[in-house]
């Protein structure tokens, strides 16, 4: 991702944000329409104030530790259309439009290679 200077993230939303020990807070990302999961990433404050500024998303890679603009190497982007915060503050939703694929696999979600067996609910 080119440098740019980063926008700051607003203090009313910093302060509403629980993250973890590294400073992160999860994203789960669905597709506006369909509502379908489409994967989960992790943010920093950096990342979630450059989304909510530029309406494209941007992670945090935990692998390799540097902020992602989704789609800058893949052309398959996330074009933001809503970010909202959980109740207790340790979680985003963004709801976005997805062109192309979202996994870094090629399929159109994270959760399409592996469904695991689940018992029958019992009463």
Same mark, same amino acid.
């Given at each position: ?8 993230? &607003?203090?009313?939303?910093? &302060? ?5 020990? *590294?400073?992160?807070?999860?994203? /789960? ?7 379908? =999961?489409?994967? /989960?990433? @992790?943010? *920093? ?8 500024? #530029?309406?494209?998303? #941007?992670? @945090?890679?935990? !692998?390799?530790?540097?902020? @992602?603009?989704?789609?800058?190497? !893949?052309?398959?982007?996330?074009? /933001?259309?809503?970010? !909202?915060? &959980? +109740? ?10 997805? =062109? ?6 090629? &399929?159109? #979600? +994270?959760?399409?290679?592996? #469904?695991?067996? /689940? ?5």
């Amino acid at each position: 991702m080119a440098r740019v200077s980063s926008p700051a993230l &607003d203090p009313r939303i910093a &302060d509403r944000l629980k993250r973890d020990p *590294n400073g992160l807070v999860c994203a /789960v990302v669905q597709q506006h329409d369909t509502r379908e =999961v489409l994967m /989960v990433a @992790w943010m *920093n404050d950096d990342a979630l104030a450059r989304t909510l500024a #530029t309406g494209r998303a #941007t992670y @945090w890679s935990r !692998s390799r530790s540097q902020l @992602w603009r989704k789609g800058d190497t !893949s052309g398959h982007v996330q074009l /933001v259309r809503k970010v !909202s915060l &959980d +109740c207790d503050g340790d979680a985003l939703l963004l709801e976005v439009e997805q =062109v192309g694929a979202a996994c870094h696999t090629g &399929d159109r #979600t +994270c959760f399409e290679a592996t #469904t695991l067996p /689940v018992a029958a609910p019992t009463a």
